[in-house]
């Protein structure tokens, strides 16, 4: 699913909200998700699951085309575990 298509459904689901408004509440939701794993906090979607920033250490590596020895400096990169009712969804109902 797009974005441009949860936007749509959000539209759909409540014809109260014009399409510009629906546009604002899903990127509100989006950048506040963002916001909050950028200040290292977890985002919990209840049924969905959990974002979390899990941090890479640096590492020495090297340059594949010249062979020299580089720094691979320190990254934090998004996680996403599913909740139990989504893997269940997922897998037809078996959690193993």
């Known amino acids: 699913m797009l974005k441009r298509e949860l936007i749509q459904r959000v539209a759909g689901m409540n014809p109260h909200l014009r399409a510009s408004d629906a546009e604002k509440i899903v990127n509100t939701i989006f950048e506040e998700m ?8 977890r985002v919990e979607l209840r049924g969905i699951g959990a974002f979390t920033v899990r ?38 109902g078996s959690t193993e």
């Not at 963002?34 to 906090?41: E, L, N």
């Not at 020495?60 to 320190?74: D, F, I, L, W």
């Open 34 to 41: 963002m916001a909050a794993m950028a200040r290292g906090d």
């Open 55 to 92: 941090v890479r250490p640096g590492r020495p590596g090297r340059n594949p085309k010249t062979g020299a020895e580089v720094v691979v400096p320190e990254r934090h990169v998004p996680h996403f575990k599913p909740g139990k009712p989504m893997h269940e969804r997922l897998n037809g």
